[in-house]
Nanobody, 116 residues
Framework: QVQLAESGGGLVQPGGSLRLDCVAS????????MGWYRQAPGKEREWVAL???????YIEASVTGRFTISRDNAKNTVHLQMNSLKPEDTAVYYC??????????WGQGTQVTVSS
């Protein structure tokens, strides 16, 4: 059974930091892209940061310089370090893991709230 276990969300003041973790288990075959998406109330889900299997990373423009994505292939984990958080970063953050063959798996989401 495929499971993506996310952790690390919570409430933080503007300017603060959080780290999100996602551990993937039960995935057969090669994992290709791992990434983070977010969905704010009333908005569509959007990508935030992606890590490809060749080591390249992609960071969405609004979080560039503040967010960093990293992965540990041996442990099937992906992390999102979020610094200098802003109220507009408030959203449910989802982990997504892609497998060779075009299959995508999603985590259940973790709430990040940036508020004073």
């Amino acid at each position: 059974q495929v499971q993506l276990a996310e952790s690390g969300g919570g409430l933080v003041q503007p300017g603060g930091s959080l780290r999100l973790d996602c551990v993937a288990s039960g995935i057969s075959g090669s994992i290709t892209t791992m990434g983070w998406y977010r969905q704010a109330p009333g908005k569509e889900r959007e990508w935030v940061a992606l890590s490809s299997s060749n080591g390249r990373t992609y960071i969405e423009a609004s979080v560039t310089g503040r967010f960093t994505i990293s992965r540990d292939n041996a442990k099937n984990t992906v992390h999102l370090q979020m610094n200098s958080l802003k109220p507009e970063d408030t959203a449910v953050y989802y982990c997504r893991v892609d497998r060779a063959g075009g299959i995508s798996y999603w985590g259940q989401g973790t709430q990040v709230t940036v508020s004073s």
